[in-house]
């Protein structure tokens, strides 16, 4: 269920640490068939445009129910583990389901969670994201790269990248020949934990092949935002034990009716250039 003191040292060193096998073949079919037939998952799903000519399709939501998708947000081998990672009780800041469809998915450029998260009004970064595979991500159809020990250098400043924030290019460009890129591959049901300011982005899927993802993020409970946005302050999480998930209703609860609206992103439109 926990850590051990080489994955908490490699995450510090890193930025990052890969869980593979965090959920069973089971619990992803599970969850992929909820998204499937979910039709207010369809209906609050926006674009984002990437830069590149192609876009990003995603839904968010804020608090979790207690349907799949936030049941898993709530495990205790999630939740237990992003507490480690942030040293202190968390709870849950946002999740978003990641539409990579076959050879339309669009990118994500270079940029870091705290790039956004600091024009929400929180004052450090002690976050921490989850990213589950729900299909293989292969450099075919664009997993995750990332810059290992990026999260080290700080806060990198951000400028919108079609309908996106990313980092400045010239500093990731200097950033990239120090450090390096690395290519995160995963199979379905391996979970990426990772750092607010590591620096991350994704290709297009060229592909034949889907890549959906769902990504949770956890903020510590003492990191309150200091100012109102789109995003939860503080919120009780209630973790649950591990065979929930298997348990779970495959139909959206009211209680995680908290969609993001893009209109009301000010994270991403303050960050223009």
């Given at each position: 269920?926990?850590?051990?003191?080489?994955?908490?040292?490699?995450?510090?060193?890193r930025?990052?640490?890969?869980?593979?096998?965090l959920?069973?073949?089971?619990?992803?079919?599970?969850?992929?068939?909820?998204?499937?037939?979910?039709?207010?998952?369809?209906?609050?799903?926006?674009?984002?445009?990437?830069?590149?000519?192609?876009?990003?399709?995603?839904?968010?939501?804020?608090?979790?129910?207690?349907?799949?998708?936030?049941?898993?947000?709530?495990?205790?081998?999630?939740?237990?583990r992003?507490?480690?990672?942030?040293?202190?009780?968390?709870?849950?800041?946002?999740?978003?389901?990641?539409?990579?469809?076959?050879?339309?998915?669009?990118?994500?450029?270079?940029?870091?969670?705290?790039g956004?998260?600091?024009?929400?009004g929180?004052?450090?970064?002690?976050l921490?994201?989850?990213?589950?595979?729900?299909?293989?991500?292969?450099?075919?159809?664009?997993?995750?790269?990332?810059?290992?020990?990026?999260?080290?250098?700080?806060?990198?400043?951000?400028?919108?990248?079609?309908?996106?924030?990313?980092?400045?290019?010239?500093?990731?460009?200097?950033?990239?020949?120090?450090?390096?890129?690395?290519?995160?591959?995963?199979?379905?049901?391996?979970?990426l934990?990772?750092?607010?300011?590591?620096l991350?982005?994704?290709?297009?899927?060229?592909?034949?092949?889907r890549?959906?993802?769902?990504?949770?993020?956890?903020?510590?409970?003492?990191?309150?935002?200091?100012?109102?946005?789109?995003?939860?302050?503080?919120?009780?999480?209630?973790?649950?034990?591990?065979?929930?998930?298997?348990?779970?209703?495959?139909?959206?609860?009211?209680?995680?009716?908290?969609?993001?609206?893009?209109?009301?992103?000010?994270?991403?439109?303050?960050?223009?250039?």
């Amino acid at each position: 269920m926990h850590l051990s003191q080489a994955d908490l040292s490699g995450y510090r060193a890193r930025g990052y640490h890969v869980a593979r096998g965090l959920f069973s073949a089971p619990e992803i079919a599970r969850v992929l068939a909820a998204a499937a037939r979910d039709k207010e998952l369809k209906r609050h799903a926006f674009d984002r445009a990437d830069g590149e000519g192609g876009r990003v399709r995603l839904s968010l939501w804020n608090h979790p129910g207690d349907d799949v998708y936030g049941v898993l947000s709530r495990t205790a081998r999630v939740v237990e583990r992003a507490e480690q990672l942030v040293a202190g009780e968390v709870y849950h800041y946002h999740s978003k389901l990641i539409l990579k469809d076959p050879e339309v998915g669009g990118a994500w450029a270079w940029h870091q969670d705290y790039g956004y998260w600091y024009e929400n009004g929180l004052l450090a970064p002690d976050l921490v994201s989850m990213f589950v595979a729900l299909d293989p991500a292969t450099r075919d159809n664009g997993c995750l790269q990332v810059i290992p020990a990026s999260h080290r250098l700080g806060r990198v400043d951000h400028q919108l990248t079609g309908e996106q924030a990313g980092a400045d290019p010239d500093r990731v460009a200097h950033i990239q020949r120090r450090l390096g890129v690395e290519h995160v591959e995963l199979a379905a049901g391996d979970a990426l934990f990772f750092h607010p300011n590591l620096l991350h982005r994704s290709d297009q899927n060229r592909s034949a092949k889907r890549r959906w993802a769902l990504i949770c993020c956890y903020n510590h409970r003492d990191n309150e935002p200091v100012i109102d946005h789109h995003h939860p302050g503080y919120t009780k999480l209630h973790k649950l034990p591990d065979r929930a998930l298997l348990e779970a209703s495959q139909q959206r609860t009211g209680a995680q009716a908290s969609w993001l609206d893009p209109d009301h992103d000010h994270s991403a439109r303050r960050n223009k250039s």
